[in-house]
């Protein structure tokens, strides 16, 4: 092969003229201007806030204040997207400072963005590969694409083959020539398709969402319908707007408006999720996207990637067999400490040390350094191990013509092959007493007379708590599932050894091309390997196509599209930045230990938003019968927005609050809006008949609007305050000190001097009192019979 020289300076201008250089757009797909416009701008926010506004303009500020928490919803949702949009726009598969590339045979460091199509990459150990590229010289080229593909092992790569850019060089080195730039280079493909923009799936969300939608339905043409009776309250279109009286309209208007829309309970669930994933960070988990502390608590399938997540990519020695025939049992231990100690040696050979600490007393005199292409080395030492000792794969090694097997060797080479089988990676260690000769060194071959000495097993080291954690998620429903890069004979032990079972391991490159074959295979085999990235995605996919809620786990850039596409993507901390970047959850320092812990505040989190949803909807549906009534029947709102706004917070603002942030471990079942609604609409049904019952009955007792919105905010805080009980129960411990700090500050209201000017209070007649009184008991006897027939779980 001729010299190369690599590109000219002409050639590489040309190149970067053309765009045939490695960069590529990788903005997400959501601008701020979107983001904020997604936030602020929605159909809701328009009726909140033009009712801000118009109070504002009326001088009636103390009956704005719902406009904050409108405010504090936009604020928290926009800074949610904001901080996942920052950390996709920080993505990048590529890592390393620079690149060395040939020019005008001088070799260059550069930028890797700035490589261009047919530069050659001149690479070292140590160094990323920056582009995909095609080997042009290679003296012992070891490649590690573990986190690209989530093969464990290194492979060499000869004249020819292909580099995928990302790749790590681990040993040797070699030129390679540029194929594929910016778009088009792997590392860049999944860094480009990671970066798609999209927020983590969340039930609670998604109900609420769903659950505007529907009250966006009903509540303009009920606020038309209450507009009108309010302005005919007033005398009529034409005398409220000739004499001033529409501003009372207005503000009566907007009160029935902004009641029929549970504000608070969406800003209850930010606050919720914020608490949760405070006490999660202070565990070592990292929650990059709020929402995501309930994903734990609904999957039904978690998917787990071996290399790095199970395992956390150390090899270990799990056992050294002596062949039965060998006589140099003594100096095998002193062997095993000069290979353990040895430099050139990989990960695997030098996990020995930690068995046989090495002994300055065994030296060598001669040594061929382990090869990844040859798969052996060898060393003649002197000491309690003389003799010449060679260590490789056993495959390699019994077909070297200086290894004659015989009846000796044969044991040995049988177990090798059988813990092969078993998923553990085996090495075989032959002796002979002849020396390497400088020739034998110079031409990298062992001496002849070698002998099988012992078979050495090496495993994974699993990471603390995968077992014991594994477990529990079996025990709570959750269906695991492994899918890795690596051989399906090792990924098959690896599952084994963390108690999912015995399985024989699917090959994904035998998988289907159908996509129903595809998915058919996918949802029958638990333990996959040999798994491209891509088919890690439609994994997932086939799985959440099925109906399931999937959870995906990883560490390697590999994984990085699957953990995007899952309803939850957890990372492990020592992984790459792409995956920990697209990953809702991140562990920290790596310790599984701390899912039960995730599950725990997502259930938490569920099953006490779902308790507190019950109050804020009884509200809304009261609202919206209330605006029926006083609709039709041409009644005056009876309530100032003041008012209303004191009720919501002494019967479902505060203690929703407390109540959202009590423990609470019950298991999570699909249909929280439905549950959540089988008890608000008979509870808001009953409040709204009550106060539509007080409200006419003063209106035609002749009373004055504020006796009977001072009636009315009695009655309906009684009715609250008996929701929220029995939405509390079992009434012990802080949720019984909540529901009577209520009873407390709703007397304080209507007591303090302060408060009653504030408020606009005046008492009505005896008589009247009476019988508001009289319908509040009425009312709370439904109420309480309502929960006796809606009452949830024991463990709720």
């Avoid at 757009?25 to 033009?50: E, G, K, M």
């Avoid at 062997?335 to 007393?361: H, K, M, V």
């Avoid at 001496?447 to 012992?454: C, D, E, Q, W, Y």
Wanted: proline share 5%; charged share 20%; with cysteine.
């Amino acid at each position: 092969m001729g010299r190369t020289i690599g590109l000219t300076e002409a050639e590489v201008s040309e190149r970067f003229r053309r765009g045939l250089v490695n960069r590529q757009d990788f903005s997400t797909s959501r601008t701020l201007w979107a983001i904020v416009r997604a936030n602020t701008l929605t159909y809701f926010n328009a009726i909140v806030l033009s009712g801000f506004a118009v109070l504002l303009l009326l001088g009636r500020w103390q009956d704005a204040l719902f406009g904050l928490t409108a405010l504090a919803n936009a604020i928290i949702g926009v800074g949610q997207e904001l901080r996942a949009k920052r950390t996709l726009d920080r993505l990048s598969v590529l890592t390393a400072p620079t690149a060395r590339v040939l020019r005008e045979e001088e070799q260059r460091e550069v930028d890797p963005a700035d490589v261009v199509l047919g530069d050659v990459l001149v690479l070292r150990a140590g160094d990323q590969v920056a582009a995909d590229a095609v080997v042009l010289t290679a003296s012992h080229l070891s490649i590690d694409e573990s986190l690209l593909t989530g093969e464990a092992e290194p492979v060499v790569r000869a004249v020819g083959d292909t580099l995928l850019s990302g790749s790590a060089v681990v040993g040797g080195a070699g030129m390679a020539r540029v194929s594929a730039v910016g778009a088009g280079a792997f590392a860049n493909r999944l860094t480009a398709e990671s970066r798609r923009f999209s927020l983590v799936r969340s039930e609670l969300r998604e109900s609420l969402d769903r659950l505007l939608k529907w009250i966006g339905w009903v509540v303009l043409p009920l606020g038309l319908l209450v507009l009108n009776a309010q302005v005919q309250v007033q005398g009529g279109w034409g005398p409220a707007a000739a004499d001033g009286r529409w501003q009372v309209a207005a503000v009566d208007t907007i009160a029935a408006l902004i009641a029929m829309i549970p504000l608070g309970l969406v800003l209850m669930t930010s606050v919720a999720f914020a608490v949760a994933a405070i006490a999660l960070a202070r565990e070592q988990v990292l929650v990059q996207e709020l929402p995501a502390v309930e994903g734990l608590a609904r999957i039904d399938v978690l998917c787990i990637d071996k290399t790095g997540t199970l395992t956390d990519g150390r090899t270990v020695l799990d056992r050294v067999v002596p062949v039965p025939a060998a006589s140099v049992a003594e100096s095998l231990a002193a062997a095993l400490a000069w290979f353990g100690a040895d430099a050139s040696g990989g990960p695997t050979i030098r996990s020995l040390a930690q068995e046989y600490p090495a002994d300055a007393r065994v030296r060598a005199e001669a040594t061929i350094g382990f090869s990844s292409e040859r798969k052996w080395s060898a060393a003649t030492l002197t000491g309690s191990a003389s003799g010449t000792w060679v260590l490789g794969a056993p495959d390699v090694l019994v077909n070297l013509p200086e290894f004659a097997i015989d009846d000796h060797d044969a044991p040995g080479v049988r177990l090798a092959g059988e813990l092969a089988a078993s998923g553990l990676r085996t090495l075989l260690l032959a002796r002979t007493d002849v020396s390497l000769s400088p020739v034998d060194v110079a031409e990298e071959r062992p001496p002849g007379g070698l002998r099988a000495t012992a078979v050495l097993a090496f495993r994974e080291q699993l990471r603390p708590g995968v077992a014991r954690t594994l477990a529990y998620l079996r025990e709570e429903g959750v269906d695991v599932r492994v899918i890795s890069g690596d051989h399906p004979t090792t990924v098959a032990a690896v599952a084994a050894a963390v108690g999912l079972g015995t399985h024989q391991g699917l090959d994904a490159r035998n998988l289907s091309d159908d996509p129903a074959a595809f998915a058919s295979s996918v949802l029958n085999e638990p333990v996959i390997g040999r798994v491209t990235p891509a088919q890690k995605r439609l994994m997932v996919g086939a799985l959440q196509a099925a109906g399931h809620t999937v959870a995906m786990t990883g560490d390697g850039v590999n994984d990085a599209l699957a953990v995007k596409e899952a309803d939850l993507g957890i990372a492990m901390g020592s992984g790459s930045a792409a995956t920990k970047a697209v990953a809702r959850i991140v562990l920290l320092d790596n310790s599984f230990d701390h899912l039960p812990d995730v599950v725990a505040q997502g259930r938490r989190v569920l099953a006490n938003i779902e308790r507190v949803s019950v109050l804020f909807l009884t509200k809304t549906v009261y609202a919206m019968m209330l605006s029926i009534g006083l609709g039709l029947l041409l009644l005056e709102t009876p309530f100032l927005p003041r008012q209303l706004s004191v009720t919501d917070g002494l019967t479902i603002g505060i203690p929703a609050f407390f109540l959202a942030l009590l423990p609470n471990r019950r298991r999570h079942a699909p249909g929280f809006l439905r549950r959540a609604l089988v008890s608000a609409v008979p509870n808001g049904t009953i409040v709204g008949a009550c106060l539509l019952g007080v409200t006419a009955g003063g209106d035609a007792a002749g009373l004055s609007g504020d006796q009977v919105r001072t009636a009315t905010t009695l009655v309906l805080t009684t009715l609250g305050l008996w929701v929220l009980t029995c939405q509390a129960r079992p009434l012990a411990g802080w949720r019984l000190v909540v529901v009577l700090s209520m009873v407390g500050l709703a007397a304080a209201v209507y007591l303090l001097p302060l408060s009653v000017e504030f408020l606009q209070f005046d008492a009505p007649p005896p008589w009247f009192g009476t019988l508001g009184a009289a319908v509040a008991i009425t009312g709370c006897a439904g109420i309480e019979l309502v929960h006796r027939l809606t009452r949830p779980s024991p463990d709720a």
